[in-house]
């Protein structure tokens, strides 16, 4: 029963987090595996958990999503398809060992990216760099990422959406949402057939991530940009410094 109500709260709490700014992996990575599941496991049954937690935040933010343009879309989730079964077949062959490793590093450094992204983004426009809206490259690399680690996704794509420009954070969480569905169906489908997905424990956790999802749209929009902003960066932070403590 202890087991039971760790997985479906931190799945909930996932959900709703991922429909504000991003980071539910890290509610539901360290909760999977605390019940006794392997680090590579568990990455890649979080990965399947948050996925319908998408779909219920995607609905929430439909008004939003209807206005960025349909071939800009679709663009960006062909590029995204791409690079999730590049960094999920990179997981697949990953030891548990150096997946401990490589997480904090990747987490730490999405999070440092997106603090500063105004700052970068300065300093791009300095250097006569730009990084071209709803580009294919772009995508394509923080899907690779999202592919191989599922946790801080919603942060790396916020802040790239944020080097391309975009400033409503509702429009930005509206996109993040759907490329996310496109990256987790395809690291769903790279996992069960690798077979290293725990499926009880992903089943149960996916009901309680889809409620969340839908019930974070709205406090989403309730929340003032500010306030979403440092809840990326706290989350970010907290989990960087909690996986490096696990390298001790």
């Known amino acids: 029963m202890i087991d039971f109500l760790v997985l479906a709260g931190a799945a909930f709490s996932a959900g709703v987090l991922n429909a504000i700014a991003g980071g539910g992996t890290f509610l539901t990575l360290p909760a999977l595996v605390y019940v006794g599941i392997s680090p590579v496991a ?15 935040a995607t ?10 343009d349909r071939s800009d879309l679709g663009r960006t989730v062909a590029a995204s398809m791409v690079g999730a ?3 999920s077949c990179l ?3 990953t030891p548990d060992n ?8 990747l987490l730490l450094a999405a999070t440092v990216v997106f603090a500063m992204e105004k700052r970068l983004r300065g300093w791009l426009t300095y250097q006569s760099l ?13 899907s690779v990422y999202g592919g191989y680690f599922n946790g801080g996704l919603g ?25 996310s569905i496109a990256i987790s169906i395809i690291s769903l489908l790279t996992f069960a057939a690798a077979g290293i997905v725990a499926w009880p424990e992903g ?21 003032p940009t500010q306030v979403i902003r440092a809840i990326v960066i706290v989350t970010g932070t907290t989990m960087s410094l909690i996986f490096f403590a696990r390298l001790l």
């Open 98 to 105: 150096a997946f401990n490793v490589i997480v904090p590093f």
């Open 130 to 142: 730009s990084f071209t809206p709803y580009g294919a490259a772009g995508t394509f690399a923080v």
């Open 59 to 68: 609905l929430g933010f439909l008004p939003e999503l209807r206005t960025v």
């Open 203 to 223: 089943l149960l956790m996916m009901v309680a991530a889809v409620a969340g999802g839908y019930c974070g749209a709205p406090l989403s929009r309730a929340l």
């Open 91 to 93: 997981l697949v062959v």
């Open 85 to 87: 079964l590049i960094g």
């Open 42 to 56: 568990a990455n890649a049954t979080s990965t399947i958990v948050v996925c319908p937690g998408y779909v219920g």
């Open 155 to 179: 942060i790396v794509l916020l802040a790239l959406f944020a080097l391309w420009g975009m400033t409503d954070i509702n429009v930005m969480n509206s996109l993040k949402n759907v490329l």
